[in-house]
């Protein structure tokens, strides 16, 4: 995918893409509150499906009001710095569709066959899109726009697998969800925030201090590396 887009698109609306895909994925961390690691210990401790149900909905609830909020504070940022237009809308869906992915609630269910399948067909979808519909430089936002859709449909294909293995939505009550996660999820927290400053906040650092294309050539570097040393062992 990095060879197809870094030949068609520009240095500067690459970097503006990867600032904005990475700005959501830092946001989502705050969103998810630790939810990703204590959700799938807590998953994998249940033992009936009543329980687990639970456990799905208070933790989805926690993050849908953090949620809300962050959401409510991009608009609120847009307007007051007078950036509001379709990036900001497609960066709000692109934030939830990190949040809302599912992909712990996966994990704690055991659906390791159904996250194999639905990632090489979603990814395949993705690089194939990019492939015919982004030709020239003036479709980045086509980029953009694909990026979110292929995330939300991941959201969901494991939406759609969660409620098939029979997990029921509750309507619980937030502030007895809070309290009764609060301890383990804010350590679990604090841990996540702390490692992604290093994986994470050194792209959108970059950005405050440099240009668009820095970012590219950053990021691009990055991945470059990170697929060799997966290939390499």
Do not use: C
Request: net charge positive.
């Amino acid at each position: 995918l990095i060879p197809i887009i870094t030949s068609r698109l520009s240095p500067e609306d690459i970097g503006y893409i990867f600032f904005l895909d990475t700005t959501a994925k830092y946001l989502s961390i705050f969103a998810l509150i630790g939810i990703p690691i204590y959700g799938v210990r807590e998953l994998s401790k249940a033992k009936t499906l009543s329980t687990k149900a639970n456990i799905f909905s208070e933790l989805s609830l926690l993050s849908l009001g953090v949620s809300s909020t962050i959401i409510l504070l991009i608009i609120a940022h847009a307007l007051i710095m007078g950036v509001l237009s379709l990036y900001t809308i497609l960066l709000i869906f692109l934030f939830l569709s990190y949040t809302f992915s599912f992909e712990w609630t996966m994990q704690g269910l055991e659906k390791f066959k159904q996250i194999a399948i639905r990632n090489f067909v979603l990814r395949l979808a993705m690089l194939l899109s990019a492939l015919f519909f982004v030709k020239e430089q003036d479709d980045a936002i086509t980029y953009f726009y694909i990026l979110v859709i292929i995330n939300l449909l991941i959201g969901i294909a494991n939406l759609f697998v969660v409620l098939k293995a029979g997990i029921k939505i509750n309507n619980n009550n937030i502030k007895a969800s809070f309290n009764k996660h609060k301890k383990p999820l804010s350590i679990i927290f604090l841990t996540s925030f702390s490692i992604s400053i290093y994986t994470l906040f050194d792209t959108i650092f970059l950005k405050w201090f440099s240009t668009n294309s820095a970012v590219a050539f950053y990021t691009v570097g990055l991945k470059a590396s990170a697929a060799t040393s997966a290939i390499i062992g």
